[in-house]
Each structure stands twice: as C-alpha cells, then as structure tokens.
C-alpha cells in the first residue's frame, strides 16, 4: 500500500527564488519518482524584512492549516524539514491523526535557530523527543541531537540530502569555460550558495584581492541568492579598483546552470562559519572540482581524509594559504577530484532515497 506523505518545510524553491530549500524540492520531486504520494505545505518566500517576515510565516501557517482541515486524517507520515519552526505544526498532525513524525535537521535549525532564545531551545528539545525518526545531514549533526538533546541515538539516522549525479556530473572543462564565456586561460575560483555574512564572504573576498597581487590570472565567481542586498552591496564596495574585471556576481542559476559552473570552475570554495553539511560542495565533488572549505560542521567531515582541503573559518590567511596550495599543485588536485569521486558515488541520491523510504514504512 502506498504511503500518503506531507512534506512541511519553512524553506522551499520558487520562480523568483531558485535555490531557496532546493535540496527540500529535489528529494521531495525524487520521491514522488519512486512512487510516494507526497502533499506539500511549503514557504516559497526568500525575503527578510520584519513585515515580509509576517507576512510570509502568516501565508505558510495558513497553506498548513488547509491542509489540517482538509486531509489531515490521510496522512500517514508527515516529514518537517527544519525541526524548528517546521517541526511544530508537524507535531500537531501527530497528536491529532496519529501520523509518524519525521524530522530532518539541516544545521542551521540547531546551529542557529535553537539558540536565539530558551523558548526556542525548549521546542527543538521537545520537537526531537515526540519525533517518531530523527533524520541529520551530518555526523556534527547526530552528536549534537543524541549528546545536548539527549535523544535516543536508535531514531536518528545519518541521511545527508544526497547528490543528484544526472544533473551533477563531470564534464569537459574547457567545453563549460567555452560555453559560459569564461577565458580558458585564468584559474575560476567559484562561490555558490546565500549572499550573507555566515557564509564567509568577506574572508573570501579577502583572501582573493590578496592572492590577485601575486597570481594575475585568478577570476572569483559568485553565484547565488541575495539574501541581505546591503551586505551585497558592501561586498561590492570592498572590490579594490584594479580587481573589477575578475570579480564577478552572478546572481542565483537553475541546477542544470550550476553544474555547468561547477565543471567549468578550476576551484570551489566554501568558506562558510557554520555548515550542516554543505550539499553545494558535495555537488561540485560530484562534478570532479577539487573544494576549498571551512573545518566546520559536516564540511569537517565532507572533506576529510585528502576529499578537500580544509581551512580555519572567519580566516582570510588560512583560506588564501587553502586555495594557493591548490593553485599550485596539480597531483595535489587530481588526487582531490579522485576522492571526491568516491564521496560523491557514496552519497548517491539513489542510494539514500531508499533508506528515507525504509524510515517511512518502518
């Protein structure tokens, strides 16, 4: 018998904003593909601002609420993605029909979220202890959850979103260079991901203009959703004069774009403060780009072991030491492409779709 699904996610792609919870879309669209028949109850609305905020949480509450009142009883699992705020409205349908409670913590619910205030704190804690499954997306993840939550180690399983490899796959570097109009001859250091603060921006902005007085032939490319437009602004405004011309703001792509700038790119980096797990890294792998990343979160894990070169975050001198040793050294990049191979072919979509499938039916 088929298993009727609500997705409830505060994170959730549209037109105007692509990338936004696109991880959520993919596995919910690769779900749907093996069969499931999944409902969603999803906010699509990327924008900050107290007033949008409002506006958007109220939009979101009401698309839950319809979905309580009209099919509440047919569900049998519902899966919140973000324990908090997710994960309430999520706790309701449990009450009330008896659904299974599934919860997926993608990083910045714990990392971020459940430390604003004890109120919050408090929720996440009670959220996690009546989920029936506990999903994490990395091994930083599932410490935190079972050792300062005190969750049963038993309902939490290890499930990082997983890389699609039909959309990120490897192709011909000098074909994407060709086809994106970049210059065959300058090394492509690629950004993908929010315009905000967190993400380690500045650093990298940073560590590039330094690297650019030794190295003429580096270009950085930023790709992704603004988030917060004065921080892009200022990020702009730190562009010294002379580096206008191999700076560049994309602004945010479709997946398909992506994994054409992924492949196209001789580097990607990802400099981030905190990192649940870092998917867009994993995709680039998945692609054969060696990455620069943050010892942080699930990137510690990520790139561990030779997969990627590691770097101290909030630490423009030890990002710009990362990304010149990989300038520098090709086995050193070879030898990276090759193991984020087998990283990539671990953490196969494919593979992980099944285990979510065993959680549902368990």
Not at 89 to 98: D, Y
Not at 137 to 142: F, I, P, R, Y
Not at 221 to 234: A, C, I, M, P
């Amino acid at each position: 018998m088929s298993q009727r699904v609500l997705v409830i996610s505060n994170m959730y792609p549209s037109r105007k904003h692509p990338t936004y919870g696109i991880f959520v879309k993919n596995q919910v669209e690769a779900l749907k593909e093996k069969g499931l028949t999944i409902d969603t109850a999803v906010n699509r609305d990327n924008r900050g601002g107290k007033v949008n905020v409002i506006r958007k949480y109220l939009n979101w509450l009401v698309k839950i609420l319809l979905a309580f009142i009209t099919k509440g009883r047919q569900y049998d699992v519902v899966h919140a993605h973000y324990i908090f705020p997710s994960g309430l409205p999520a706790l309701l349908f449990k009450k009330v029909f008896g659904a299974k409670l599934v919860v997926t913590s993608h990083g910045g619910d714990l990392d971020q979220m459940a430390n604003k205030n004890k109120t919050i704190a408090s929720l996440t804690k009670r959220i996690l202890q009546e989920a029936d499954e506990v999903i994490v997306v990395g091994e930083a993840l599932k410490t935190e959850v079972t050792e300062k939550f005190g969750i049963d180690s038993e309902k939490v399983s290890l499930i990082n979103m997983g890389v699609d490899r039909s959309v990120f796959a490897p192709a011909d570097a000098k074909e994407m260079k060709q086809e994106l109009k970049l210059s065959p001859d300058r090394f492509h250091i690629l950004y993908v991901g929010n315009h905000i603060k967190a993400k380690g921006l500045s650093e990298l902005l940073e560590a590039f203009q330094e690297i650019r007085n030794e190295r003429k032939n580096a270009e950085l490319h930023f790709v992704g959703s603004v988030k917060d437009e004065s921080y892009l602004e200022e990020l702009k405004q730190s562009v010294h004069k002379e580096n206008k011309q191999v700076v560049h703001f994309h602004g945010p792509k479709d997946q398909q774009t992506l994994a054409k700038w992924m492949a196209a790119a001789d580097l990607f980096v990802l400099p981030s403060y905190i990192e649940g797990f870092g998917l867009v890294a994993l995709e680039a792998m998945s692609c054969h780009t060696p990455v620069v990343g943050s010892d942080v979160g699930g990137l510690s894990y990520l790139l561990s072991d030779g997969a990627g070169v590691l770097v101290q975050p909030k630490d423009a001198w030890s990002l710009k030491q990362g990304i010149e040793n990989v300038m520098d050294d090709p086995a050193l990049r070879h030898s990276m492409v090759e193991k984020g191979e087998q990283t990539a072919r671990e953490n196969d979509t494919e593979r992980l779709l099944k285990e979510i499938i065993k959680l549902y039916q368990k």
